[in-house]
């Protein structure tokens, strides 16, 4: 069985524009989180999706967005991009809602933006 | 603020030996607690959860809970070079129908030949 595959892995953009990242998970799994992963602040859940509805959101700022779609892919939206969005960004999917006691968190390998 | 704290480390042992990574969390409501191990440049992968007190072994890697102190363990046997990774304690507690988790930063494991 296919892992979660994030695309793409690695991405540079400049300050104020935005960016789209994807995150298709395993094959059956209907639930979709994402992370940002910094050195300074370790692993922060950004929002978690589940049969197209964001069921939890972090505490992140509006710039910060997804949606999932109808094959259970999910996409995250960075705009107005600051210096401090620089991070790896992980996707992890669980057959059931969230990290539960029968459904792990299966991550991705991630996509590491650069902001310039 | 829910907190999960890890000592950073680097936790340095020899080969063979038990490495031990503590965890304290802040949120007495939470339900499921996790390992993950993180290689450099790699993504999180699952090694161990635990949901009630007391010990939960699988191989060389046993978990320990303490609701009451608000603590777990992770205890790695037999140490090896390959074991050298960062380890992430993970608190899950429950909201919105779904399970939400917090990662404390890692603890560094060095195990050394």
């Known amino acids: 069985k296919a892992g979660v595959t994030q695309t793409p892995r690695y991405l540079i953009k400049t300050r104020g524009q935005q960016v789209t990242l994807s995150c298709s998970p395993i094959s059956g799994h209907r639930s979709v989180s994402w992370y940002q992963q910094t050195p300074g602040q370790g692993l922060q859940f950004l929002f978690e999706?589940?049969?197209?509805?964001?069921?939890n959101k972090g505490n992140f700022p509006g710039r910060f967005s997804g949606r999932q779609f109808s094959n259970s892919r999910s996409e995250m939206n960075v705009s107005t991009l600051e210096l401090g969005d620089s991070a790896l960004y992980l996707c992890?999917?669980?057959?059931?809602?969230?990290?539960?006691?029968?459904?792990?968190?299966?991550f991705g390998n991630g996509t590491r933006l650069t902001v310039t | 603020q829910k907190e999960v704290e890890q000592n950073s480390g680097p936790l340095s042992v020899p080969e063979g030996a038990i490495a031990s990574l503590n965890c304290t969390y802040s949120?007495?409501?939470?339900?499921?607690f996790f390992w993950y191990r993180q290689y450099s440049g790699k993504s999180p992968e699952l090694i161990m959860s635990?949901?009630?007190?007391g010990d939960k072994e699988d191989g060389r890697f046993t978990a320990q809970l303490n609701k009451a102190s608000q603590y777990v363990s992770l205890l790695i046997r037999d140490s090896q070079p390959s074991d050298s990774a960062t380890y992430l304690c993970?608190?899950?507690?429950?909201?919105?129908?779904?399970?939400?988790?917090?990662f404390g930063r890692g603890t560094s494991l060095i195990v050394h030949p």
């Open positions: 635990i949901y009630s007190n």
């Open positions: 999706y589940f049969s197209e509805t964001q069921r």
């Open positions: 992890a999917s669980s057959s059931l809602p969230g990290q539960g006691a029968d459904s792990p968190l299966h």
């Open positions: 993970a608190v899950t507690e429950r909201a919105g129908g779904s399970y939400i988790p917090t």
């Open positions: 949120d007495r409501g939470s339900q499921s």
